[in-house]
T-cell receptor, first 110, second 118 residues
């Protein structure tokens, strides 16, 4: 079946550093792709999405581009803040359900 | 608060006991999902409903697990004869699937029910 693989965490960065969290997927078709974020003590929430190849999803300074050639959807942010500390999940839509990666914990130090 | 709510937030039980969790989705949402998450892992799909119909159930879900959504509103997830391996966070999510639209809808998650089986 379809699956998602994320880079291992935790990732620790200083404030204003550049962030990349790698995500690759395996799918039989071209699924919609998502990044969800889980802040400490809160439920999962959608960060951004892309529905077809070459689409770029963006929100709150985060971006990810749907790359069909490399089956990737890497998350990037040019300058992270302490408030970005959270666990980030890459996911794809298979049929009517989301398939998640294992999550990458990000810790941003002041 | 109009978000997804789950009850209880925490449940501690002894092995062999039955437990039931409740999820109240966002009121206008027709789809409801159950996921399970263990420490350091992503949410794992269990089952989902469209209105009162259970459309898919994970093959990983044993016969001890059953979910219902009798009136297409709230849902319950029951685990019978709990085992220590059932200890996890159980997440509920809801979404609005529009007829004729490709399924790229946004899921709204609750805060989950943390189950500990002793």
């Amino acid at each position: 079946g379809d699956s998602v693989t994320q880079m291992e965490g935790p990732v620790t960065l200083s404030e204003e550093a550049f962030l990349t969290i790698n995500c690759t997927y395996t799918a039989t078709g071209y699924p919609s792709l998502f990044w969800y974020v889980q802040y400490p003590g809160e439920g999962l929430q959608l960060l951004l999405k892309a529905t077809k190849a070459d689409d770029k999803g963006s929100n709150k300074g985060f971006e990810a581009t749907y790359r069909k050639e490399t089956t990737s959807f890497h998350l990037e942010k040019g300058s992270v803040q302490v408030s970005d500390s959270a666990v980030y999940f890459c996911a794809l839509l298979e049929g009517g359900k989301l398939i998640f990666g294992q999550g990458t914990e990000l810790s941003v130090k002041p | 608060d109009t978000g997804v709510s789950q009850d209880p937030r925490h449940k501690i039980t002894k092995r062999g006991q039955n437990v039931t969790f409740r999820c109240d989705p966002i009121s206008e949402h027709n789809r409801l999902y159950w996921y399970r998450q263990t420490l350091g892992q992503g949410p794992e799909f269990l089952t989902y409903f469209q209105n009162e119909a259970q459309l898919e159930k994970s093959r990983l879900l044993s016969d001890r697990f059953s979910a219902e959504r009798p009136k297409g509103s709230f849902s319950t997830l029951e685990i019978q004869r709990t085992e220590q391996g059932d200890s996890a966070m159980y997440l509920c999510a809801s979404s609005l699937k529009l007829r004729g639209r490709i399924s790229n809808e946004k899921l709204f998650f609750g805060s989950g029910t943390q189950l500990s089986v002793l």
